[in-house]
């Protein structure tokens, strides 16, 4: 499984931005995917996550509300639409995905997203 993530860049506070992953090779065995999150000086940590089957999501306490995290299988692509951009969001941000039946986790490049006050 290969993710290449992107979208990251530049925004003002209150604004929005979409990232994407594009997901290639043995799609079939993923079991969740998710964005996480790095700022400078903590540790990585979960923005949202979606299971393959159901699509059942989940988001991290500080974004639910204001960021969307969506799949589209036709694609292969995944997307987290962030709105009402704060301060606080700045890190990078990498693509996930989990294979339960590999154990197997696998991630995207990183991609930076950078939010002024």
């Known amino acids: 499984v290969q993710l290449v993530d992107s979208g990251g860049g530049l925004v003002q506070a209150g604004g929005s931005l979409r990232l994407s992953c594009t997901i290639s090779?043995?799609?079939?065995?993923?079991?969740?995917m998710g964005w996480y999150r790095q700022a400078p000086g903590k540790q990585r940590e979960l923005v949202a996550s979606i299971t393959n089957r159901g699509g059942t999501t989940t988001y991290a306490d500080s974004v639910n509300g204001r960021f969307t995290i969506a799949r589209q299988y036709a694609q292969n692509t995944m997307y987290l639409q962030m709105n009402r951009l704060k301060p606080e969001d700045t890190a990078v941000y990498y693509c996930h995905a989990y294979s339960r039946n590999l154990n197997r986790d696998y991630w995207g490049q990183g991609t930076q997203v950078t939010v002024s006050s």
């Open positions: 090779g043995r799609t079939f065995s993923i079991s969740v």
